[in-house]
């Protein structure tokens, strides 16, 4: 019976074909259906593609059609798929064409890690027979291979095809671009694009679409690569005529730009925006960039205006334009100013949220308004605006520095009993405050609580704990330690990294070596040569267009390079265990800490040169410490060499590092070159507490008690409160300098802030009261 059908079929099969002498070819397009059900069946069966060599079916005359039809069937396993296709590939009478390969490639996309070899091999037949690849299925395979996250294969795919990358649609890159930023591979991502830029002629750059440049150029922005950032920048400059073309494009480098430092570029770009042949007018997005630009590069001044100049430039502002703007103020202490837009924004119908609330609290904390910070926090959750950890953190570290630490402590340990709004960073800060008052054992069993209950002990903890060991000569608690940090490596790789660092300074080798004269002397009178002039904020220029609509910020634009970084408002971020390799520079402050906290000023500028001969870059606050020391023991020219050489090797000050210029002038008896700098200061946007204090500490032990005056007012203008320090310094200068109805008049003014006393007042009063006895004694004599 079944030789029978066979018969009938090889029968039927006869009838429906032309025949020649070594081939058969199908009379109709049912003829031609059938002829590939019938291979299809025959490919489906065991043997496969040997059912194709028996018989009348081995003398049929392939053809593309015919082939596509077979390939294209979704009844036909894979498998199949690939032995028909190189069956078809050894007929001496038929090649493959682009669109035969086309299928067989997309096929196997479908699933690319299994069927990666086979893809790999056809695309070397494709090589070898000439045939081209089309740019479709290109971009098939890529996006096959990046979706299954085989980002390798996807790179061999592009470096198989090198020789032919003129003859594809640049849209295919731009794809697969996209493609790679959006899951976070920009390594591959950046060289899909130089790879692209590299190889397209001048012309053909043109059709490289822009939106994927700007992604990538935003995903940069956002993973903190400055210098990948600034390549892809550059190299499009240099491909991509006008680069940036589009608002977009402008507004993600002056958004990146300012906030590394950069301001004059971000001016710059600001300035060539608006004089493109079809100038582009900056949008909200705009401003609300060139505002935190100016906020950051502690030009709070000029951010104010330009946020006056943004109210009346047809722009409303929206809530990233308020935080921006609040935060900026918060962080240079400008609290009135901060205090005002936070109203402005209530009003305008916009409800601050959890990181604004914590930025103004921060503020007032800082700046010693603890009673505004309360009201602020119960406002805060009066209007059902949730507090984070982060605010819970703001506030028992506010708390500890306006000396009410029970109350941060009894804060502290509520949170721990509800369980929750506690976190490393929390316990780091109170281990902190508690190290400062000596109590290293309550610090370690916070630490072994810290452990327990699953967070990371990271190095701003550590280095805590040890300065505090080392400070009380408790060398012995170490080991203590040592056994409550059971979680990962980090400790043990700090104590053998100070074990190599002992051994290296006890070296014979560089024993002998005189570290004194390490840094070139000078004379702290030059610091004025130091600070790039800069043209006071309030001075407004005429602008070039006086139709413009920003004519402050074109102002600004034109006077880009005029424009010195005096200070920035950043912070630092905080250091967590990223491994034993991650915290060299952090390591060498924590150590610097240690020595200079002893006074082994030697062995501090022995470790500095050890750590500048590996290679390791010291950062602002390194220079600060070591300024510090020496302006406190009275190098003041080796101080200033330190200065000198920070201002070679760091972009920017900070606010520490003017407060020991001012302790340095103060300790020279130049305070009037005190007040020149703060003056060039006032002009940048801000002081802080600390700074405020040292200047009418200066000004006051110099005798200039009308400038110290006036900076206490000043002081209270920009939102600060004077603080303990304040009333007790200006108590001590004028007691001292036998102006006693003044003293007597800031006591009163520090009874009446509420502001409570310490120790140091104590001592002050006695004095002041020694001072006042005298002073009576002498009317009675007269």
């Avoid at 250091?575 to 200079?596: A, C, P, R, W």
């Amino acid at each position: 019976m079944l030789h029978g059908r066979r018969r009938l079929n090889r029968t039927l099969f006869r009838s429906l074909f032309v025949r020649s002498k070594t081939t058969v070819i199908p009379k109709t397009k049912l003829d031609t259906f059938l002829l590939v059900a019938s291979m299809v069946k025959s490919l489906s069966e065991p043997g496969g593609t040997s059912n194709l060599n028996n018989g009348d079916t081995g003398l049929i005359s392939l053809s593309d059609s015919l082939v596509l039809e077979i390939l294209t069937r979704s009844s036909l396993d894979v498998s199949k798929k690939i032995d028909f296709f190189k069956w078809c590939s050894l007929r001496h009478n038929y090649k493959h064409s682009a669109g035969t390969y086309s299928q067989m490639l997309k096929t196997l996309s479908v699933n690319p890690v299994i069927y990666k070899d086979y893809i790999f091999h056809f695309l070397s037949s494709m090589k070898q027979e000439g045939v081209v690849l089309d740019s479709s299925t290109f971009k098939s395979l890529l996006h096959s291979f990046i979706k299954s996250g085989n980002f390798d294969a996807a790179l061999e795919i592009l470096d198989h095809v090198e020789n032919i990358l003129d003859k594809l649609n640049p849209d295919v890159y731009n794809s697969v671009l996209i493609a790679l930023v959006r899951s976070n591979h920009l390594e591959m991502a950046l060289f899909t694009l130089f790879k692209l830029l590299d190889s397209f002629t001048d012309k053909d750059v043109s059709f490289i679409d822009l939106a994927a440049c700007n992604e990538l150029l935003i995903a940069l922005r956002k993973a903190g690569m400055k210098s990948e950032f600034r390549n892809v920048f550059d190299k499009c400059r240099q491909k991509i005529k006008n680069f940036p073309v589009d608002l977009r494009g402008y507004n993600v480098c002056i958004h990146a730009f300012g906030n590394w430092g950069d301001l004059e570029t971000s001016l710059n770009l600001f300035k060539e925006m608006k004089e493109k042949v079809v100038s582009l007018a900056p949008d909200l997005c705009t401003y609300n960039s060139l505002i935190q630009s100016l906020c950051f590069n502690g030009k709070v001044n000029d951010a104010l205006i330009v946020w006056e100049e943004l109210k009346s430039s047809g722009h409303e502002p929206d809530e990233f334009t308020y935080r921006i703007i609040i935060q900026g103020c918060c962080k240079c202490y400008r609290m009135n100013d901060a205090t005002k837009i936070f109203s402005e924004m209530q009003h305008n119908g916009f409800r601050p949220d959890t990181i604004v609330y914590n930025s103004v609290l921060d503020g007032f904390l800082k700046s010693r308004k603890l009673m505004e910070a309360c009201q602020l926090f119960e406002k805060m959750v009066d209007d059902g605006v949730r507090a984070s950890c982060c605010t819970y953190n703001i506030l028992i570290d506010g708390l500890f520095k306006n000396r009410r630490g029970q109350a941060a402590y009894a804060l502290f340990g509520d949170l721990k009993k509800k369980g929750q709004f506690v976190d490393g960073i929390t316990y780091s800060i109170v281990i902190l405050h508690i190290c400062r008052e000596g109590m290293i054992e309550e610090a370690l069993e916070l630490v072994e609580e810290m452990e327990s209950r699953g967070f990371v002990v990271d190095l701003v903890t550590i280095t805590h704990l040890l300065v505090a060991i080392s400070t009380e000569s408790r060398m012995d608690l170490t080991d203590r330690l040592l056994k409550h940090i059971k979680n990962g490596n980090l400790m043990p790789a700090v104590l053998e990294w100070k074990a190599n660092m002992e051994a290296l300074m006890k070296d014979p080798k560089i024993r002998k070596k005189d570290f004194t004269p390490m840094f070139r002397k000078g004379d702290f009178r030059e610091i004025m040569s130091l600070i790039t002039s800069c043209e006071s904020s309030s001075s407004r220029k005429e602008a070039t267009d006086p139709w413009s609509s920003s004519p402050y910020m074109d102002h600004l634009a034109d006077e880009a390079k005029s424009q010195s970084q005096l200070l920035i408002s950043s912070r630092g971020k905080r250091v967590q265990e990223k491994g034993v390799h991650s915290f060299d520079s952090n390591m060498l402050n924590t150590y610097l800490s240690i020595y200079l906290t002893k006074g082994k000023l030697s062995l501090a500028c022995r470790l500095f040169d050890i750590f500048t001969d590996l290679g390791v870059d010291p950062v602002n606050y390194t220079y600060n410490s070591l300024m510090s020391s020496l302006v406190k023991k009275g190098y003041l020219n080796e101080a200033y060499g330190v200065l000198s050489e920070m201002g070679e090797k760091v972009s920017s000050a900070d606010v520490a590092t003017y407060n020991v210029i001012f302790q340095a002038l103060g300790k020279m008896g130049r305070a009037d070159l005190a007040g020149a700098v703060l003056r060039k200061l006032t002009e940048g946007g801000f002081l802080d507490m600390v700074m405020y204090n040292t200047l009418i500490s200066v000004l006051g032990k110099g005798g200039r008690f009308d400038e110290a005056n006036r900076v206490l007012e000043q002081m209270k203008k920009s939102g600060i409160n004077p603080d303990v320090v304040t009333y007790n310094t200006l108590i001590e200068v004028n007691s001292k300098a036998g102006r006693l109805k003044e003293a007597r008049r800031f006591l009163k003014m520090m009874v009446d802030a509420g502001c409570a006393p310490n120790h140091v007042t104590d001592t002050i009063l006695e004095f002041l009261e020694k001072e006042i006895r005298k002073e009576k004694q002498k009317q009675k004599e007269t």
